[in-house]
């Protein structure tokens, strides 16, 4: 009787442990799936803010260059109207110059000569 007692208590601490150890590797596969899945969720918000931060600097990038090529366009805007102020006034200077040398000789051209 001793002998089936033991066995008894024998097999009962052995269903214990069976039952110990099972609930053991649940709770590990339940851990091991909630760890996945927080990762799964944290990749996806880094993914996210990766995407948002790319978005953002594209934006001032953007506006940079559209900074850039304003500027560009008011410096050669600039030059092309300096080039064309001294064009003009190089012109109205040569106009007004000829216009004082060839005049008083246009003025006595053999044809307007009075004959006196």
């Given at each position: 009787?001793?002998?089936?007692?033991?066995?008894?208590?024998?097999e009962a601490r052995r269903?214990?442990?069976q039952k110990i150890l099972?609930?053991?590797?649940?709770?590990?596969?339940?851990?091991?799936?909630i760890d996945q899945e927080?990762?799964?969720?944290?990749?996806?918000?880094?993914?996210?803010?990766?995407?948002?931060?790319?978005?953002?600097?594209?934006?001032?990038?953007?506006?940079?260059?559209?900074?850039?090529?304003?500027?560009?366009?008011?410096?050669?805007?600039?030059?092309?109207?300096?080039?064309?102020?001294?064009?003009?006034?190089?012109?109205?200077?040569?106009?007004?110059?000829?216009?004082?040398?060839?005049?008083?000789?246009?003025?006595?051209?053999?044809?307007?000569?009075?004959?006196?």
């Amino acid at each position: 009787m001793q002998e089936a007692s033991a066995l008894r208590r024998e097999e009962a601490r052995r269903g214990t442990e069976q039952k110990i150890l099972e609930e053991m590797i649940r709770t590990e596969k339940e851990k091991a799936e909630i760890d996945q899945e927080l990762n799964r969720a944290k990749a996806l918000a880094e993914a996210n803010a990766r995407v948002h931060e790319e978005k953002e600097s594209e934006e001032v990038t953007k506006r940079m260059m559209l900074e850039r090529m304003k500027g560009e366009k008011e410096k050669w805007l600039s030059a092309i109207n300096t080039t064309f102020s001294h064009i003009e006034g190089f012109n109205a200077f040569f106009i007004s110059n000829f216009y004082e040398v060839n005049l008083p000789l246009s003025l006595e051209c053999p044809g307007n000569k009075k004959k006196g």
